[in-house]
Every structure is written in structure tokens, then in C-alpha cells.
């Protein structure tokens, strides 16, 4: 599901340098993250990212802030029996060893009120805090998503 | 009858009443779809019973307005990050598949938080994904004569707190199916999530073909 903008922004990245981060038992980077651009007044738009953790431990995402946004918390878009509905994420585990993945129709991260307007191009600060005391600071650039790449093969 | 044989006894009863639902199914799917679509596709399109919504321009949005042109309605709202952009997406990218047709052919959303989203809100939305999409609007009691007769479920969930609708918002449940009314008006067929907007339009294809 991850759309061709995803694949280029993993190119994009590699030049910022994802966010890695160590404690403990658990090594924690994040990458693939980006923010969907959103009609000109929209007062929540959504990222999104991969967690990886190459630690022997479970990792656990307890918060996500950023001084781009009032607010930030990871939603589950659920669809059931056609029913769309969306679920607060409290804590996102990260699996020793796994990947987590949070992309269009799964989980997201909804950002609330965006101080300013925020275009492709244009990038935000993403702070992500873990159980045990672990942040890290992850650089988004706002992408125009386009349904039509994503079944380009 | 030893243990076993009842075991066994059991197990072919099972396996004939699994055929026998299955090979139901395939008799029902073949009334049902006899072209092959993803979508669900009603054997005789359903007659809408009157409702009176607007538009985004403030012009009337009635059964009228789905007579003499294809429509694709899709429930939604504007304070919606996820599925609603990715829905709109998906529908911009059918609208330049069926491109094509002879057939007029118009997208909607319809919203379901008409407490939130003013005619001039869903203007913007709706055309950031494509110009000629267009945002209805009406009374929670108007929005009701159409949702009701099309089976589509919404609720409005509230904050809880230190979970979900930060900055004074409330999210909202919703039907996230498309649903396609014929030029006669009436309600043809349903898309049901996950959308593929390659799919759509392939099926949307066959059934104009089809059409008279």
C-alpha cells in the first residue's frame, strides 16, 4: 500500500537521514515519513511511517507532538462490514525484530489544527517519545497523494 | 455406530451443507452480478423515493438532480484525515477512467457531519481532489431521507479524554461504500471498501454498456 510518493520519499530520507534511536533493549528508526497534503483549510491532515525495530525488545510509541500541529495521536482506520470508524491508538507496539507500518486506509497519525498552511514541499517536525524515555525527532515532507500513482505498476 | 464412525458421520454432514451453501452462493452471485463486476449490482436498480438536499453552489440536490446523468455518492466528511481523502482520490481517478463515456457522469459527497461542514467547507474539499466534484449538504432530517432508503450508518463519536478528537472535535463512523445511480435516477449498484479506482471503472464500463 505504500504509494510510489512513499517509495520516493524513502530517496528524499536517506538524504535527511532517518531518526534512529537506541535504549535499552530496543533500536527504534523511523522512516518513510510523510504528511498528506490536505485541502487549504482542512483542520486535521494525516502522516504517515514506518517503525522499525531492530532491538531484542518490544518498543512502545506512547506519544507524538510536533510544533507544526495543537496535537497529534495515532488513529486505526477500521473498516468493517463497510463501516468506516477510526481508533485511538494509545500505545503502538513494535515487535523485537518487526516492522510497523502507518499508511492510507491502516493506521495513520491525525494531526490536529496546522499552525500554518502546509503544501507539498513543505516539511514538519514529527517528536515521537517511547516507553522508557526514548524520542526521536522526525523531519515529514507534506506530499500530494494521488490515488492514481498508487496502481501504477 | 462406533465413535469413529459417528466422528466420520459428522464430518461428511458438514462437508454437504458447506457445498450445499456454497453452490447457493454461486446460484445468488450469478442473479446478482451476471457481469462479472466487484461491485454489488442489483438485479433491477432501485427506485430512490423523493429527498431535498443542496449543493455546494447552494443549488437544490434531489432525486431530480440523478436524472439524465451517471452518479457516483460517496458519505463522507471533511474533518476526516484518512479515509475520506483516500476515498476522493480513488473517485478522481475514476472520474478520468470513465472520461471516456458518452454518458455524463458526476461525483458527489454527500456529507454526514452537515453540523461542521457548510456548503462553502465542502467546496473547498471536494474540488482540492478534482474541480468538478461536487459537495451536498442539507438538515440532519434531509440528509436522512436519502441515507435511510440507502442503508448508510453514521454516528458521531465523542471525545473521551485522553483518547481521540483532540482540539474540541469529535470523529465520526461512517459507510464508506460508493454508490452509483443510473441516468434513470435510480440506485444501480455499491462499491464496497477497499476501493480500487482500476476496478470501478472497469466495472463501471460494463454496466453503462449495458445500460437500455
Not at chain 1, 462490514?81 to 516492522?99: D, H, I, K
Not at chain 2, 451453501?21 to 457481469?35: K, N, T, Y
Request: glycine share 8%; net charge negative.
Amino acid at each position: 500500500m505504500i504509494s510510489r510518493a512513499g517509495q520516493l520519499l524513502t530517496v528524499g530520507l536517506l538524504l535527511l537521514s532517518p531518526a534512529t534511536n537506541s535504549f535499552a533493549d530496543a533500536t527504534v528508526s523511523i522512516d518513510k515519513a510523510w504528511v498528506r497534503e490536505a485541502p487549504p483549510a482542512a483542520k486535521v491532515l494525516a502522516a504517515y511511517m514506518v517503525f522499525t525495530n531492530s532491538g531484542a525488545g518490544t518498543a512502545v510509541v506512547t506519544s507524538i507532538e510536533s510544533p507544526d500541529f495543537s496535537g497529534a495521536e495515532i488513529h486505526q482506520t477500521i473498516v468493517e462490514e463497510g463501516l468506516a470508524s477510526m481508533l485511538p491508538v494509545a500505545r503502538l507496539e513494535v515487535p523485537a525484530g518487526q516492522q510497523v507500518a502507518l499508511e492510507p486506509g491502516g493506521m495513520h497519525l491525525m494531526l490536529f489544527n496546522p499552525v500554518r498552511r502546509l503544501r507539498e514541499g513543505d516539511s514538519v517536525t514529527l517528536l515521537i517519545h517511547g516507553a522508557g524515555g526514548w524520542q526521536a525527532s522526525v523531519k515529514a515532507p507534506v506530499v500530494r497523494y494521488s490515488a492514481a500513482e498508487e496502481h501504477r505498476h | 455406530m462406533k465413535p469413529g464412525q459417528i466422528v466420520t458421520g459428522i464430518i461428511i454432514a458438514a462437508l454437504a451443507i458447506t457445498a450445499g451453501i456454497w453452490s447457493a452462493r454461486a446460484v445468488l452471485r450469478g442473479q446478482a452480478e451476471p457481469d462479472d463486476l466487484s461491485a454489488t449490482r442489483f438485479p433491477v436498480a432501485r427506485e430512490i423515493q423523493p429527498f431535498e438536499l443542496i449543493d455546494h453552489h447552494q443549488a437544490p440536490f434531489n432525486k431530480e438532480s440523478l436524472q439524465g446523468r451517471w452518479s457516483f455518492l460517496f458519505f463522507g466528511y471533511t474533518s476526516c484525515p484518512d479515509v475520506c481523502p483516500t476515498t476522493l482520490s480513488v473517485l478522481n481517478s475514476v472520474a478520468q477512467r470513465v472520461a471516456d463515456v458518452d454518458d455524463e457522469v458526476r461525483f458527489a459527497m454527500v456529507t454526514i457531519d452537515p453540523a461542521r461542514d457548510t456548503p462553502e467547507r465542502l467546496a473547498e474539499f471536494v474540488t482540492y481532489f478534482n474541480g468538478d466534484f461536487i459537495g451536498v449538504t442539507g438538515s440532519d432530517a434531509d440528509l436522512q431521507q436519502l441515507t435511510r432508503q440507502l442503508g448508510i450508518l453514521y454516528n458521531r463519536v465523542e471525545a473521551e479524554p485522553g483518547a481521540g478528537t483532540q482540539g474540541g472535535g469529535y470523529l465520526m463512523n461512517h459507510t464508506a461504500g460508493v454508490f452509483l445511480f443510473d441516468p434513470d435516477g435510480r440506485y444501480h449498484a455499491v462499491f464496497t471498501p477497499p476501493l480500487s479506482a482500476e476496478k470501478i471503472a472497469d466495472d463501471f464500463h460494463k454496466m453503462q454498456a449495458a445500460f437500455r
